[in-house]
């Protein structure tokens, strides 16, 4: 019998990661089928309740009290779990050092009066206010929260650009500043590159591919996804380019975005092509016929947009090929046999994840996604998955209560083990992102997983691994462990992909009788009907041609004319 | 006084081009304003009264009679003008040497009995039957009319796959076999490189790039604009295809299309990696982030198609920039001074509009087109410009009752004189298509509207010349003469595109205050407010942080904060 134990603590706040990290320990415990812990709010109560985690008493509980609901095999292992939740949440909260502790902001700034920024990550109704009280003391500040009202952002870049002061973000994942990573960053060689992306993954992937080529990065200074919005208008955008601009270490700039509003993305690439500097432009989904227009140069993939900056960088490229991990990238091309015949993509990174999309969207049919791209069919239940299916698993309506999967790996790898047991999958393509703030060791909890998966002629596993040598979590070892599991393994998405799409490509076939070659063979004569110029420039090439002089059947008398098509057949 | 006279053949059949060079041919009289000729449906003789040419007795008129009404100064003049039609019609019609003339395609068979092609051309309605006559005598089919139903292309090419025949078309402008261009085509070299196009234009691009570049054609397999629809299911490309792998002398194929239906694509892309040959494929407005899977190569543009072809097919490129014709292409970078700061963009070449337009749209906003493209306006009235617009000249509201502009420049030469008169315009970009069935000498036509446009700090003037040093009307002299007249001339679509845009594009300023460059410098210290771990990433690498124990402020109750923000405030 199922037992279930609620813990109710009374205005005791954690924030988010710490709420999933207790839960997902709870949830490890012997006999503990499933863990709940949240705040309070009746949208948290609803979310436990809709996975079978009811909590008593639910009218005396408020938005800031924190809520623990456990579901065991019986009341012991229920109780031994919840009296471990103290002993849980210190062994995971920070060190308690007083030096490096305070209360406030104001407090802080009493302790490292040289603080020059503020890291905000609390949760996206409050982060504004305190976004405004550290730009109010002189700091510039990265806003790792979300769900901040876009007006918020619109009067926050205001008062920042007022006092000359940064506001990377709100839903800022990423930024590299002064050689050092900020929220999800790998670690990455300091070099003449500057970035200046709206996309966390984005500068992830363009920060590690030009780490990988033997270059480095100035900056990478990250603008959070809405800058480019119109009510914006590219503010931090256009502060970060202005910056690379006049800094001394920066030989060129990179620029990536999803595609933007049009009015801020002129003014946005009119301003970057004045720079003085070369800017390599990547428009995520909407890449560039133009190679180039004076100093800006299109790139159509984050790989490309590194791989043009570093040559106009000058610097060397090495002589190796920098997609090849684990799998070879030449000579064989695999096909898909029988059942076998459909990808299932599950991505972590949600430009990745896009820019994936964009590459198979000519080439597999149908294709079904959670994101929008043309030629692809919006999904209807993200939990369920038909034909070729791609995914980004960090997508809001599948993390709701959950943390993202670049941190907690659980939601994936089921997903994962599901999509093996298909007999119609033929390749299950996923992102591996490293870099700090990422998940510690992902090829401990993926390479059993993929080891079951392809196993028995199970089916393929294509693992595009992105970071760099330098990251925390040993990218050698992760290679390693996850080729060993029998993945097919690659630094390069334009790698992944194309194997991925080789594996489930199913070609048509020329319809009816082949046409003789006799066809094509010069020399040949024809008969011209119609427009009497065509019969000429035919005679004037030397092709023998009778022109017919075309009249309309029956003087054009279309009662006459299905009359005598009926007497003909 | 300005009088009209109206003149009815009775069942005097002509084709449409016959039409317009009469009407053409009268207008130039003396003594003429105007003048109207038609085949006398309804709807021809609305266009008729909309242009102010009323015709005399029009009840009396049937579908199949040929009608002429001219508007003249006087009576006199009217009368003259009707009297010649007999002669102009003469003079413009094909020889009538009895030899390659013909009643009927019977007839013309038993003249020309090897024939192998027919051309077609006769009106949209009734060329679906004709194509099916000659089929069913064994002819392969150049199928050049338009406005055929799409339930007709369908059945045309069963019926010629069940017989091993091709039907390029409907709507076929351009095709290559053996060496001889059909409809609308350039002269270029003999070589490596087989095309499959849907688009007529884009085939010219393609070939014309493929011949600059030194290298050359096998074949140019057109296949009508609608052949990648879902109901013709790419029937044509896939026989263009499994000839050009059969055939000895293709050693590299260039595939080029509109973004077909996914499902069409799908089946066409993964026949194109099969067939033991590398595919150059270009999808034009939606280009690839991927440049390779297998043997297939995604190309960004029609002008990069044909150079990844001529690469893979391992022929030699020219030393010389093949853009470059007039302008210089380096250096310089043009800006926009004052009031003058809009472009027009007035293309002949439908394809080429397009891919002008997804590479202007990032650039210049607000963009406005008759053509679809993401970030750009639906024009309302395309005889009217505003802003930046690009129009495609060749579309069907713009040509109602009148030749394609690759013909008949009067249409393009009376818009850019209007577009030169206006202050606001920066710079008019135009395509001039050369080969055969184009106007025999563009130069003569343009320089002299070039010249004027131009003069007296007038607009800039960018035009893009496609074609061949062995097209009919001289290349050399087409691209000096423009020059002399003042217009900046390159071969190259991304150059001509480019160097427009740069005579436009307007930046937009960094906002407020310019940020000191010590936001970035290494050795920074920090606050970190909101998730503990992000405090441990900084203390890791070296960054001094104090971490604030954020609590949500008056315990998270709501009512209590405003009061709070307003004894603040």
Redesign the interface.
Known sequence: MRVTRTEVRR?A?A?S??LMRLQAALAELPGIDDAGVVMGTRANLDILRAGGLEPDEPDAI???DLVVVVAAADEERAAAAVGRIDELLKSR??SSDD???????R???R??P??????????GR??A??ARE?LERG??VFL??DNVPLAEEVGL??A???????VLGPDCGTAI???????FANRVRRGPVGLVCASGTGLQAIASRVHELGSGVS?GIGTGGRDLHREV???TA??G???LA??PETRVIALASK??D??????????A??LGKPVV?H?SG??????????LHFA??LE?TAEIAVRLAGDPQPAGHPGAAGGSTEGD?PRPDGARRYLRGLFAGGTLAL?AL??L???????VSNLAA???EAIRDPTDSRGHTLLDLGADDLTVGRLHPMIDPRLRIERLEREARDPEVAVILLDVVLG??AEADPAATLGPVVARATADDGPAVVALVLGTDEDPQDRAATVERLTDAGAWVTHS??EA??RA??LC?????????????????????????????????????G???????????A???ERLLAILEKMRS
Chains 1, 2 share one sequence.
């Open positions: 205005g706040y924030d990661i710490v408020r938005g800031d909260g920070p030096e490096i502790h305070a209360r406030s902001l407090q802080a700034l302790r490292l040289d603080a020059r920024w503020a890291l905000i990550s609390t949760p409050r982060a206010r305190v550290a700091l510039h790792y929260s870049k205001r920042a650009a007022a006092a000359g002061r940064l500043i002064g050689g050092v990573g900020l929220g900056q208008g590219a503010a256009l502060q380019l202005d910056l006049r800094d595609p933007p049009p009015t801020v993305s002129a003014g946005l690439l009119g301003r092509a004045e432009v428009l909407r890449p560039s016929p133009l190679p180039r227009i004076g100093s159509r993939s490309e091309t820019e964009h590459g969207g000519p080439l597999l049919s149908p294709l043309p030629g692809v700090q703030g998405l334009a992909v194309a799409a080789a490509t199913r070609p048509a076939a020329a319809p009816g009788e082949p046409v003789d070659l006799e066809a094509l063979a010069p020399g040949f004569a024809a008969v011209n009907i119609g427009l009497p110029s065509f019969h000429e420039d035919l005679l004037s090439r092709v023998s041609s009778v022109h017919v002089d075309w009249r309309p059947p003087g054009g008398d």
